[in-house]
C-alpha cells in the first residue's frame, strides 16, 4: 500500500520535474508577471501591456536572430551598428522622392534593401569567421565597430529623417486587432524560426554544429555554410529591427540608432535559457526573454524607482531570471 | 575477508537523475592482488571506480579503505593522498599543458620561493616514462601526442606517486601489443610490490594474463568473484552477459573477386608512401599496425578530411574526387571514427539526432520528418540493443559501449556502400562486440564492403577476410584469412 | 599682442588644436559641422586640428597630446568638465591659450569661455511651463543620460525653479530619452500608461521630444497640453513652423556655438580682446520666433 | 647532396615557423610599429611614445586581470563599473580633509580601500559564477550594471573632484626616469603576473580549469576556488586600473568612469592571442595587445583621420592583428 502510494507521490514529483525542466523560463515568467502586478496594478491595463509588446519588438527581432547564432556557437556583437545601418539605408531611400512628390522608390524596394544590407553584414561576419577561423566574439565586435563608424561617416553623425508617410510609419507604430504590428510580425518570424529549428535538418545542424564541429564536419554537415547561414539570420532579423525602429520615428540616428541592442538581445536569450557555449537552446525562450527585460524597463517607471537604481533592479532580475532557468538541471 | 584486504565497498547503491545504476554491490581487494572488473557496457564499472575515487558520492553503502571508512563526500585530491589513483576511461589530459604538468599535476614538486621545480619535474616525468618504455619529451605539450601515447601519460600520472590501490579503466583500449605488454610487465611488479590493482577491460584474454581474482557486474549487479585460475574467458563472458556468447574465426573472402567497390591509388602524404588498396562487395578487410602506421590518416584522406600529396579514388572502377566529408557520403562512403567523443558524436544531442545526421543529409527534403526518424531510431536502437532510457537521451549520458553503438548506427540508417571502421570496437563489451561482428557480417552479406581499422588483434583474426598490415606509411603484407596468424601480423607490423 | 601679428605676416600661420567630446548624437554632430566650416575659411593664416576623443580618458590622452604639441592655441570642448580640470590647468600654466567651449570646467584656469547656459535654459523652460501651467499641474520629464554633467545642469536648473516658485506643479516620474528620438518614444510610452493624467512634459533635448511625442500621439492621449524641447532640433522646429500645439517650447542651446566659438579664438590670436567670460543669449523658442533660428538647428 | 641540403633547409624552416608560432603577436607588433613609423614621422618621437604608454595603463592593468579570467575559461564584462565604483571610493575617501586642511584619511589607506572594493567585486562575481553555477557572461553583465547603477545611486550622478595633491596626482602623471609611473606599475605587476601563471601550481591550475574543467576537477584541483581566484586578481587590476585613472584626473564621473574598458581590455586580451575558449594563452601577449590598441588611438590623430572614420580603421586593425595571431596554427 505505502510503496503504491509512495510510487504515485513519485510520478506526480517526476511530472512536476518535468514541467519545470522543460517549461521553468515560462514559470519564471508567469511570476514575474504576478509579481509586477500585485506591486503596480496598473502593469496589469492592455494598453501597458501591448505597450510593452510593440516596445520589446525591436530586440525581440535581433534576440530571435541571436539564437540561433549562440545554439551554433557563435556570438553577434555587431547588431546594433548593422541595424543603424541597414536603417540608414532604408531612410535615405524612402525620403527620395520624384518632382511631383511622390515616393521615387517604393517602399518595399526600400525595405527589401535594409534588410538585404544587414543581411550582407551577416554574411561578411560568418565568411570571416569561418575562412579566416576567427573568434565570433572580435570579429564581430570589429565589424560592429566599423558598421557604425561607416553609417556616421556617410551621414555626417547626424539625425536624417525619413518621408513621414503613413504607409511607412503604419508598420512600426500600427496595430491589427489592437494588437501592435511589429509584435504581430515577432511574433510571425519566430513560428517560422521555431519550425525551422526543430523541424527542419537545418535546425539540427545548427544544433550539431554548435554541440560539436568535428563530429559534424565527420557526418558530412557543411560546418562552414551552417555557421554563415545563422549570422545571415541574425542579420535578417536585424533588418527587420531596423524597418521596425525606423519606421515608428520615421527618422535615423547614425550614433545611436540601435545602440546596446546585441546586448539586450543576447541577454534576452541567455535568460531564455540558451547556453553561450552551444549546442542547445529554445527559441520560446529568447522571446520570453526579451519579455522579460521589457517588463522591467516597464516597471522602473510603473514603480517610479530613482533612474539611478534602475540598473541596480535590471541587474538582480536577470540574475533571478538566469538561476531559475540554470536550476532545471 | 582476509585481513590483508586493502579496500572494501559494501552495499553501494547510486542512481543518476532517478535511475538506478549501482544496486547493492559489494567489492573488495587485497594487497597486492590484481583484480580484474568485468561487466557488459553501462553494467556500472565505470561508476563504482569513480565513487571509489572521489568523483561521485554514493547514495548507500560504506567505502572501508585500509580499515578505516572513508567519509561520503571525499573529494578526488582526498582519494590520492590516502594512496587511490585511477586511470580514467575517458583521457582526462589537458592538452595545452606539457606531459610533465600533466603527470604531476596537483603535486608539483616544489622549488626555490615555492615556484615550480620544473627541471625535476622534467627529468621525473622521463624518468617514469622510460619505465613505461616511452622515449617522449616530456615538455611536449599533450596536444601533439597521439591517442596511445596519450594513454600512456594517462598511465604515468597514475604511477607516479606512491599509491596503495591503483584502478584501471580500459587502459589497453587504445594500445597495441607493444604497449600492453610493457603495462602488463609493470602491473605485475606493482602487485609485487603489494600495491593492489582494479583492472577494467573488455578484452578477457587480457583478464585472464593478468589478473588473480575476477569479479563480474550485471545490470548494477554483483554477479561473481572469481579466482581467474579456475574460469575461461568465455565463462567470464556467460556470466557477464547472461547467457552464451559465440565467438567464431573468419574464413577466406568468398565472393566474386573482380566486383571491386573502392580502389584506393597511390597516397603520398608526409607519413603515408604510395599507399593502395582494393576492397570488394560483401568483403571484410582488415587494416593493421602499430600505433601511428598510418592507417587512421590514410581512412581520413580517403573520406576527404585530409588532403593527400598525391593518390586517387575509384568507386566501382569510376574515378572520383572526394574533398570533403559530404563528398565521401554522395558516393556512398561510410567513417565511423576512432574517436567518438571528438569526431564521432555530439554529445549534448540525443540518440535520434546522432542517429540520423547521415541520413538526413542523403534524403531530399528539408524537414525530418519526425515519423520515419523515429521509426528509424527505435529500429536500429532494437536492432544494437541500445541501452538507453528513451531515443530522447543525451548521449553523453551513455555508457562508453553504447556511445560506440550510437556512433555506428549513424552509418547503418544512411545505407552506406563502403563502410570504414576505424577501432570499431574500442570499450565495447564482449556480448555487445560480438553483435557488433554479428551487424558487420550481416552488412557483409547484403553487399556493403567493410573496411575495419584496428589494433585488437583478436578482433582482426576472428572478423576479417583479408588483411593488410602497415607500418610506418606503408604497406608491409597482406593476408588472407587462411593465412592469418597473430605472429605473421606482427611480423609484417615490425617489418624487421 | 604684436608679435603673434608678426608671427602670421612672417607667413607662419597660427596653429589650433580643437579637443572635443564623441561626435555621438545629432548636437555633437553639427558642432563639428560648423566648427569644420570655420576651419575652411581661413586656410592661410591658421592651422587646425579638430579631434573627437572617445571617452573622457581619450579626451585626456588627447589634450596631453596636444599640450606637447606647440599649438598657439588649444580649444576644448570637455565631456566632462570635473575631469578635464587638471589637464586644462596643466595647459594653462603651460603658456599655452586655452579656450573652452560649451561646457565650464572647475576654476578659472582658462584664458576664455565662450558657452551657452544648461542652467538657465532649464530655469527658462520651468517659468515656461509654470506659466503656462498657471503654477498647477502634473508633469513628466525626459532627462538626457541620467548623471551626466549636462543632464545635471539641465535637469538642476529646471527643479530649482519649480521648487521655489510653482510648489503647485508636482513631478510624476522622470524617464531618460538619452538625447534621441528612439529612447523618447520608449520612455515615454513606458511612462503613458502608469500615468492616466499628464498635464505637460520637460524633455532636456529635442529629438527626445520628438520621440515622445509619437509615443503620445499613438496612445490617443488628449489630457496631455504640450511638450518642451531643447537644444534646437530640426524636426522640433518643423513642429513649431507647423504651429503644432503640443510643441510648446524649445530652450536653445545651439551647436553653432562652435564655429563661433572657434571664430572668437581666431579673433583672439589675431589679437582683438575679449572678456574672459562669454554665455550666448538664452531664448525661448516658440512658434512665434522659430523662423529666427532655423539656421541654428542641427 | 641534395637531401642534405634540404634538409637544412627544412631546418632553418622550423626554425622560422618556431619563432613565428611563439611570437607571431610580437613579430605583428613590430611591424605596425613599423608602418606607423613610416605613415607618421612624429610618431616615433620618445614623448609621443612615453605619452602613448601611460595612456594605455589604465585599459592594460584590467588586460593582465582579464588573461587570467579568459585563460581560466571566464570573462569579465564588469571591469568599467568597478573601476568607477572603486574609483568613487577612493576620491571620496582621498578628499575628507580635516578641520587643519589636511587630509582625514591617508592616501595609502583611501588606495588599499579603493584596491579591496574592486577585489571584493571580483570575489562576488566568482561567488555567483561557481556557486550558483552561471554563466560568467550574463553574472559580470548583470553585476556590471548593478555596480554601475549603485554609485550613480549615492553619487547621485555627480562627477566629483577629489583632492588635488601632488602625491596622488603624480602616480598617474609622474614619471620616473622619463618613464611614466603607470606604465612602471603595470610592467611590475606584469612580471609578478607573468611569473605567477608560469612558475606556480596556481598558474598551471588556471590553465587546467580552463582547458578541461573536468580533468582538472579529477586531478584534483579545486576548481572553485581557482576560479574565484581569477576574477578576484581581475578585480584587484581593475582597481589598480580605478588608482591611476583617478590619479590622472583626481575626479570620478559616476557616470562615465571606465566605460567600455572591459571591452578594450578583452579585445587587447585576443588581440594578445588568448582564446576566449580558455586553457592557453600569454600574458606578454595581452601586454602586446593593450599597446597595438594605444597605439591605433594614438595614430588616429597623428594621421588627422576623419573621427567618424577612426572606427573603420580600429576595427581593420583589430581584425589584422587576430588574423596574423591566428595564423600562428
Ligand atoms: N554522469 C552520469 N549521468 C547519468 N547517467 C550516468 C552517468 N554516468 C553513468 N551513467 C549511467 O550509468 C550506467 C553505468 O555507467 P558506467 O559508465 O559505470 O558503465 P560501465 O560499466 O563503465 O560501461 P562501459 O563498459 O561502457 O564503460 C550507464 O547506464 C550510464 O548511462
Ligand atoms: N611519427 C609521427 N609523428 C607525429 N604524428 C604522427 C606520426 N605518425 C602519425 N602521426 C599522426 O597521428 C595520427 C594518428 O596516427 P595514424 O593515423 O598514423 O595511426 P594509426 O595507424 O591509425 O594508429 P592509431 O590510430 O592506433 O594511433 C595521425 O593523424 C598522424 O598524422
Ligand atoms: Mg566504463
Ligand atoms: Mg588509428
Known sequence: MIAVESRAENRALELLKGIWRNYSVLVVFVGIIGICAIAAPRFLRMDNLLNILRNTSTVGAIALGMTFVIIAGGIDLSSGPVLATAGAVLILLQRMVNADGTPAVPLALAIVACLAVATSFGFLNGIIITKAKLPPFIVTLAVGIMARSLVMYFMRGATVMGNNIPQFTRIGNGSVFSIPIPFLLVVGVAIIFHILLTRTKFGTYVFAVGGNENAARYSGIKVDRIRIATYMIVGLCTGMAATIEMSRMAAVAAATSGSQYEFEAITAVIVGGTSLTGGKGRLIGSIVGFIILGIVNNMMIMLNISPYLSGCVKGAVILFAVLMQRRER | MSNAAVLQMKGICKSFFGVEVLHNVDFGVDKGEIMGLCGENGAGKSTLMKILSGIHAQDAGEVIFKGSVIRRNATPLEMQRVGVSMIHQELILLNELTIAQNIFLCREPRGAAGLINFNRMNEDAARILSKLG???????????????????????????????????????????????????????????????????????????????????????????????????????????????????????????????????????????????????RGEILGFSGLIGAGRTELMEVVFGIRKPRTGSVFIEGKPVTIRSAIDAIRVDLGFVTEDRKETGLVLCRDIVDNANYVSWLKNPGMFKGAKATMENTRRIIDRLAIRCSSPAQNVSNLSGGNQQKVALSKWLLSGAKVLVLDEPTRGVDVGARQEIYQIIRELAAEGVAIVIVSSDLPEILSICERVIVMHEGRITGTLNASELSEAKVMYYATDV | GTGEGGKAAAGKKFRIAVSLPAANNAWQAKLLDSINAEVAKDTTNFEITVKNGVDDADQLNQMTTFKGGGYDMIVCLPGNGTLMTPICQEVYKSGTKLMIIDRAIEGDTYTVFYGGDNAQCGKNAAKYLGDRLKGQGQIAILRSYVGTPIDLQRYNGFMDVLKASYPGIKVLVEGDGEFNQQAGLKSMSDILPAYPHIDAIYTQDDEAAVGALTAIKNANRTDIQFITGYGGGKTAYKFMQDKNPLFGASMSYFPTMGGRGLAMAKQILQGKTFPKDNIEATVVVTQDNVSKYLNDAY
Do not use: W
Open chain 2, 134 to 280: 616511452e622515449k617522449i619529451d616530456p615538455k611536449r605539450k599533450v596536444r601533439d601526442l597521439k591517442i596511445a601515447q596519450k594513454q600512456m601519460v594517462e598511465i604515468a600520472k597514475a604511477i607516479a606517486f606512491n599509491v596503495e590501490l591503483l584502478v584501471m579503466d580500459e587502459p589497453t583500449s587504445a594500445l597495441t601489443g607493444k604497449e600492453t605488454k610493457i603495462l602488463f610487465d609493470l602491473i605485475s611488479s606493482l602487485s609485487a610490490q603489494g600495491i593492489a590493482v582494479v583492472y577494467i577491460s573488455h578484452r578477457l584474454k587480457e583478464i585472464i594474463d593478468v589478473c588473480h581474482k575476477v569479479t563480474v557486474l550485471r545490470d548494477g549487479h554483483f554477479v561473481a568473484t572469481k579466482n581467474v585460475a579456475d574460469v575461461t574467458a568465455h565463462e567470464i563472458a556467460t556470466l557477464m552477459v547472461g547467457r552464451e556468447v559465440k565467438e567464431s574465426k573468419a574464413s577466406d573472402f568468398p565472393g566474386d573477386p573482380n566486383a571491386v567497390v573502392l580502389e584506393v591509388r597511390g597516397v603520398s602524404d608526409d607519413l603515408l608512401k604510395d599507399v593502395g588498396f582494393k576492397v570488394r
